[in-house]
């Protein structure tokens, strides 16, 4: 069985994809495959995909028929990956080149279904614009994450040999929240491995850029996806909105 399956959503991804590939070919743990899907890009991120699949059979390429949103195209990705490990990385971010490696060493050494680790920021040219944002010293559970998104898209992996696939709801914003929030809800904890293994590059105009605008959409999240009530939805993000201002803020 493959090591690890890589997913990967493309849309207009032109300007990073590249670059992105190239941090995926220097991985040092060289036993994966990396699964694109795109989301009907008007850009010509399709063609850099087909040479990128020409030059490497692990980099296997797919196209929705209509643009659907990050959610589904990670969800065919996941449908198809062969991979133990399944890795999470956007088109625009970036790996250290032993990411895979000390991740995968890490799941092994704490017998972890699930697990994130720390990760730093970069503008769009990737330049450093803040300082490294380091996860918690303690296994996060459901309750934990409600309060605090500490899980990034492009530091998760979970083991699906051990706990199957899953697959992110039909949402056009916080679907991966939402996948982290069902593993953990089932029982199973997210193991933090605080080290920098990862770039977060901060697009301007992208959705995570203005945080206060978030909360209340929050709040709805926690409502009408998670079902919890008003109350507790108040609560939680009350909590999230603090920790996001200190995440991003100060």
């Not at 992105?20 to 040092?28: D, I, K, S």
């Not at 769009?124 to 996860?135: D, F, S």
């Amino acid at each position: 069985m493959l090591k690890v399956s890589i997913i990967t959503p493309v849309y207009n991804a032109s300007r990073f994809l590249e670059e992105t590939a190239g941090c995926v070919l220097a991985q040092t743990l060289q036993d994966w495959e990396w699964i694109l899907v795109d989301d009907q890009s008007k850009d010509n991120s399709r063609e850099i995909m087909e040479r990128l699949a020409k030059k490497d059979d692990r980099i296997k390429i797919f196209f929705l028929d209509k643009n659907q949103g990050s959610g589904p195209a990670r969800n065919k990705a996941i449908q198809e990956a062969q991979g133990k490990y399944i890795a999470f990385l956007d088109s625009d971010d970036f790996w250290s080149p032993d990411k895979l490696k000390k991740h995968v060493d890490f799941m092994v050494e704490h017998n972890a279904v699930f697990s994130h680790t720390s990760y730093g920021f970069t503008n769009e040219q990737g330049e450093v614009i803040r300082e490294t944002y380091h996860v918690s010293d303690v296994p996060v559970t459901y309750s934990m994450l409600l309060k605090k998104t500490e899980i990034s898209c492009l530091t998760a992996m979970y083991d699906q040999e051990r706990i199957g696939k899953y697959f992110m709801p039909d949402l056009r914003r916080k679907q991966d929240y939402a996948l982290w929030l069902s593993i953990l809800k089932d029982g199973h904890h997210s193991i933090p491995l605080d080290e920098e293994l990862a770039m977060y590059r901060q697009v301007s105009g992208s959705a995570t850029n203005n945080k206060f605008k978030l909360i209340i959409k929050h709040l709805k999240f926690l409502m009408e996806v998670e079902k919890l009530s008003f109350f507790k939805s108040l609560y939680y993000s009350f909590h999230w909105g603090i920790n996001g201002l200190k995440k991003y803020y100060f």
